[in-house]
Every structure is written in structure tokens, then in C-alpha cells.
């Protein structure tokens, strides 16, 4: 899978999952997915490790490896792609 | 608003046991009832709840049709336990329950019973939906129970605001008596554990993986718990009317509305602070003569912080005279029960001139240091006047105040 | 100390659609929102069009609003429009909330039981959502409303039951204005639970007709604004008509059905009925309730014929039906008008007149809409022209 389409993938899993206002074409790549963009509180945090992991079949397991993943789009996209080796 | 009404009669069961006389001796004794969860199989991050096992609620089959006994929920039954004691204890006989209001405060009714339906029919063991299984469903079915099995046919009313809606049956109670909607009034609170309250707090990390301990420092959520409570109100001049023995007085309550956020209380507790000064303002009793409060007291990072600080406020540099303790660290978060079961537990306070502890409480935050908790073991006490409060998911706050009959 | 209470505003979702003008509209026709369901044949019931989330819900927080918590709160907007009223010019200490529904938020309850089956883990973003106060929550974040608030749940007499709490708080001086009113969703798995329990009509739902085979399901909500009378004259806000507190009683009956004895509920009824120029019945079609509640009806009215319409046959039965039949006396007590019931065919029971055919045009001084519900429930609504 590309990268490209793998961030659209997870643009759009954000809107949907989370039940955003924003289109997704509008979520920056590199912007922080849980700064003050996008309005995300805890209990999105705890929704979004559930639809990742269930989506692109990876393992989040903790909230060291979350905050990782979840630093922005592109960082998630590198995370999974390096999860699903 | 109007003035004190007279609580008359109590009855609970608890996972302290079945009974009033078992929860006082368990609050004496600060035993804990939060153990492991056998209710259900669940795995998750914990595996603890305060259970009421299913045959302390008992069968009701002299009070009801044998059809209608065995499609009585857990909650069903643990109402209807509870609220048989009560009229026991008031002595309100069948012509005196005739016209009684009933006022029941709930959040999960029938679901455990709701759940295994479900899941039989989507697991494929049940081809369609057995809709026997599910009358207890509706929430206002343990109103219905209570009322047909005790002949209660005055207003009837099934109140839901998650952790504060028995505290908020309790008020309406009162108000019903005192604006002579009904001569006697009994407010109910009834919650059994359910997977999807269990999961669902498990799922927002707000489950402390060992027994919940309250205004500790190392504190890490709540503890779920189960089970009802039934209290007998009336107007004062009724009761002595009738030769009815007082066991204490609800001079007030008040009630507020953060308008915040679905989960998180106000972080400046403004809401909760309105309905406590509410309270004591509708009962005429000025902070200072408070001598105990039975706590919310959740056990979350979020709730105890709000709450000391709310304490503080109202009550200031008098704070550290004012006895302050959590039930839910001896018979868990009943939710929707909490608020009646916690006002009764407050009534055995007053009448025992005994403060119950916060078991567990270890060592309290540092700069909590000069409240007085009652850590682990309770303690004798001459008190009078006392507080208790409930917060609700969603912002919902309701304190009522409550004191010894020879207070008036 | 008990003031006047004034119905100033009103909000309708339905079967008839987004507002009470296509509501009463609807109802006044003759017609019937009950329409064939999706997911497979023979699914059919009431079911309020698709509502557009930005057009009633403001705040971010409403990104994660349930269904029933939107019908709820769009009602109240919907209410509060057609009373004059802006939520900016409440005082949020003064403004109350007393909401109801039977069922609550099925859809998500039905979503959080299927994954936790499936991966046998909790949905923490839904579950906030599915405690019964979930709309008074949203309600109250989006309208800014700090004052008295309560969700009460009533089955078949939830509507009715939150309107009158609504009325108890204005009567009693604790709020200055209260959205009072209830909500209720359909859902696949609710219709089948009651499909399989045979508890549906085979087609047509026929309320009061002694030839009805059951009820069809529906949703919908609706809000009412109500006011001290004095204050809604004061502001020269238009009142549909005045409503009167009551506490309400309890009759026996078997816990989960009907009661069998129309007497003790013809007793508590009487008074309400004695000089009433309608009644607004709650009847669906199930027979077990048509027929008792028929008979009430009949001995409280005595030997004076009373007009009775069902709004069920149209709208759907469902918990929160009662609040869009109180809606109905409202209107029907505004604009001189009562409503059909839809799907009579022959003789109503025990000799009611019940409107068919057409609406009826009749002055209207003082209506009551019955509020039976299963296990002895009885919180009847008296409106009466102000």
C-alpha cells in the first residue's frame, strides 16, 4: 500500500471514526492529531487505538507506543507501515 | 421550599448483606465488600465489583404471581427486598400503603437479564428475540414491582440521572409529601452490575484495578457495586400523628446542572458547589453547624479533587472539624442506587452517633492533610447535622442534608 | 405558592417529519407516517426523516451526539423558536429541563453490546452516550440550561409523565422556563424484539377499533416550552393553552401488562373528563390496552358523549408518543380542530365517539390526553384554553 493512500485511509478513518466535522482533506499531515486542531479529548484517544488496531490490524499497546503513533497523520502512517513490516 | 420532612423507615440490601441491621454492622466493622466480579464472566483491565449475590435478594412469590416473580430482574428484586423492609420498619400497614408514592431512581434496570437475551439470540442459541426475557427491560419496571407487590397506588415516578438519580428520588419524594401530592412517600434506589456499565467504565480507564480508596493519593478509580435502598418519607406532623418513630430528618436538598461536558464534572466544581450551598440554604443550616458529609467520594483522579475543593469553598478553615467520608470505598459505586443507599447509610450515621470510615484510605494527598477522612476504621461521634451528595455523568448534582430528629 | 402554567412553545419530530407544521398538518390530513421499514419485508413503522446535525446542534461536544439526544434537542430548538425564545436570553439558573424516554439510546446500546461480544471489550466513545440522561447532558451543554433538570421514564406514559414533571417545576416558582418533553427512537432490533414477541399489528395499526390487531412501532419527539402564565402574557407570548399539574396515580395490574379492571382507572380519570370537550387517547391498537383503556374512558365520561382521537394509528406507538399527544391537545385546543384517527373501519369500542374520517372542527375549552402505561401507569395531562 502507498503512502498516499494509506494517509487518506487514516484521514478518513479520523472523520468517520471520531465523528468529525472537518472533511478530511482538510486534516493536516503534520500538524499534532491530539493538539487543539481538531478538538480531540481522552476518550477519542481510547476510540482511535480501538479503529487502528481493528483497520490496519496492528497492536497499540500501551499509552507510550499511543503517543507515538498518534503524534500526527504522517506519524501514524510511518507506524503502521512499520508495524505491518 | 418547603420544610423538613421526617424519614420514617429504612430498608436496604447491599454487598455489605441483606439487609439494614447486616450494613450497619459492616460499616461498624469497616468491612469492605468489593471483591472478585463472579456476576459474569468479563476480562478486562479489572475484575473487582461490590456484589449482592443473587439469592440475598430473595423470590417474592407471596407477593406476586409466580409468572411475574420469575421475570423479575436482579434489580427488580433487590428493589422490592429493600423497599419490604422499609414499610416494615415505618409500620405502615395495607390501608396506609394504599395511597403511598413511589419514586425510584435507576440507571440500568433489567440489562444484565437485557444482555443475556441479546447475546443468546446474536450467539445463534435463541432463533428469534424471547421477548419473555426482556420485560424487565424498561427502567420504571422496579416502580411497578414495588408498587403491585406492596399495593402502592399513589404517584409513581422512575428518575434517571446516572450516579445522582436515587439522591434525586429522595428529593422528589420529599417534595411530593410536603405538597401534599401524597400523605407518604417512598424513595428507592436499585442498580445491579451489567456488563455494559462494566465494560463500559473499564473501557474509559475508570476502574481502579485494586478495591477503590478514595482521597488517597495513589488512587485510581472507582469500584463498581450493586444493590437498593428504600427510605419511608413523610411530612413530620403525619408521622407523629400515626405514632410513626422518626429516624431522621431531611431538612433539604438541592440540586444543579454543570452544563459542561457528558463525562468530566466542572473542574471547578461550580455545579457542585450550587447544589451543596443550595441544600444547606433550603435547609436553613449555615455550613458551620455541618458535623459530618458522606463524600460522592468516587475514588477517579477527577471527582475527589473537585469535591475537596468544593468542600473547602464552602466550608473554609472549618473544614478540618467537618468529618468527611466515602462510603463507595465499603459497598462500591451502586450508580443509580448510590444516592439512596448513601442517605440511608448517613441516617445509621446520625442514629448511631457513629461516623463511617473511608476504608482502604491510606494516605490521603498531602495537601489534604488536614481534612479529616476517617481513614480505615470508623469512629464514634456525636453528630447531628450531616450532608450527602451525589454527581452524576453528565453534570447532574444533588446534595441533600440530613439530622438527628431531636434537631428540629 | 402555584402559578399558572402556559404552553408557549412547541416542537414536533415525526413520522410527518422535521417540524410541527408537516405534524399537524399530517395528523388534520388523515394520513399516516407508518410506511414500509428497510431491512427486509414486513418491517413496517413511523420513522422520522434523516435530521442534518449542524442545522440544530452548535457546540463541539455535539460531534459525538446520539440519535435520541438530536431528536431531543431538536425539538427543544424547534420549541423554543416557535415561542419567541432565544437560549441566549435565558438565565441558565432560572431555565429548567424535565425530559423523558423509554428506551433511551437503543441504536448504540445495541453497536456497544455487538463489540463487546464480538472482541469482549467496552466502547469508551459511545459509552457516555448510552446513560438515560444522555440527552439532558447535550440538551443542557447546547442551550447553556443550569437550572432544575430531570429525565424521567414512564414506558408507554413517558411523554406525559415529563410534561407534567415540567409543569410541577413551573407551578412550584423554581424555573422561569422549561423545556418539557420526551424522545424516542426506533431501532431494527427493538421492532424485531417486539415482532417476535407477536406483539405487532399484521398491517394497520386500528386504535379503538375492536377488530385491532396490534400496534406498529414509530418514533419521534417533541418539546414543549412552558411558562408562568403571568410571565408569558407579560411578554406577549402566544399560548396554546394552559397546563394543569398532576401528580398522577397507580392502578393494579399484572407488572408487565395492562390492567384487567377499567374501574379504579375510570375513578382517577373522572374528574379530569367530567367537562372535557376531547380526549387525547394513548390507544395504539394492542388490544390488551385498547380495551381496557376504551373502557375507562367510556365509564369516566359517563353519559356525556366526549370526542377521543389516538394520534398512535398515525404517528406509531412508542414511549415518548405521549408528549406528541399532548401536542396534539395543544393544537387541537389553539386552532378549534380534531384530528382523525386513522385506520377505523368499524364500530369503536365500548360506544366512544371516536373522530374518523375527517378532522372535526369544534371549539375546544379543556382536553386531557389519558397517559396509561403498562404495570398500572396513569399520568393523565389536562390542557385547558387560556
Redesign the interface.
Known sequence: MNRDALRDQVKDLLVTG????VPAAEIADDSPIFGDGL?LDS??A??LV?LVEEKFHVSIPDEEVGRRAFASVSALVEFILSERG | MPAAVAITGLGAITGLGGDVAALATGLREGRCAIARLTAFPYRGRCDLAAQVPDAEAGSHGDRLPPATERRLSHADRMALAAATEACRDAGLDAPSRCTAAVYVGATTGGMRETEEAYRRFRGGQDARFRLSRLLGTPLSTAATVVSQALGLFGPRSTLSTACSSSALALAAAAEAVAGGRAPVALAIGTDQLCRVTYAGFD???ALDPSPCRPFDRERMGLSLGEGAAALVVENVDHARARGARLRALLLGHGSSNDAHHV?APHPDGAGARVALEAALAAARVPPAAVDYVNAHGSGTRQNDAVEVGVLRTVFGARLGRVAVSSSKSQVGHCLGAAGAIEALITVIALEQGFLPPTVNLRHPEPTWDDLDLVATAGRRAPIAVAVSSSYGFGGHNVTLVLARPDAL | MSHAVAITGIGVLSGFGIGTEPFWEGLVAGRSAIGALPGGPGRRGAVVPPIEL?AFART?AA??IDRVSLLTLAASRLALADAGLAPESFEPARTALALGSAFGNVAETVDFLDRLIA?G?G???VF?NLVMNAPLSYASIELVIRGPSLMVTEQEATGEAAVLAGAELIAGGAADVCLAGAADELHAVLHDILRDGGALAAETPRPLDAAADGPCPGEGAALLVLEPMARARARGARVYARLVPHAGFGVPAPVHGWPQDPGPIADGLRSLVADADLVVAGASGAPARDRVEAAALARARGERRVPVTAPRGALGDFGSAGALGVAVAALAIANGIVPPTTGLLGTPRAGLDVVGGGARRQPIGAAVVDGLARGGICRPVRLEAA
Open positions: 471520531l465523528r468529525l466535522d478538538g476518550i477519542d481510547l476510540e480501538v | 473501557a474509559l480507564q463525562t | 449542524r463541539p460531534r459525538r472482541r471489550a466502547n469508551a466513545f457516555p
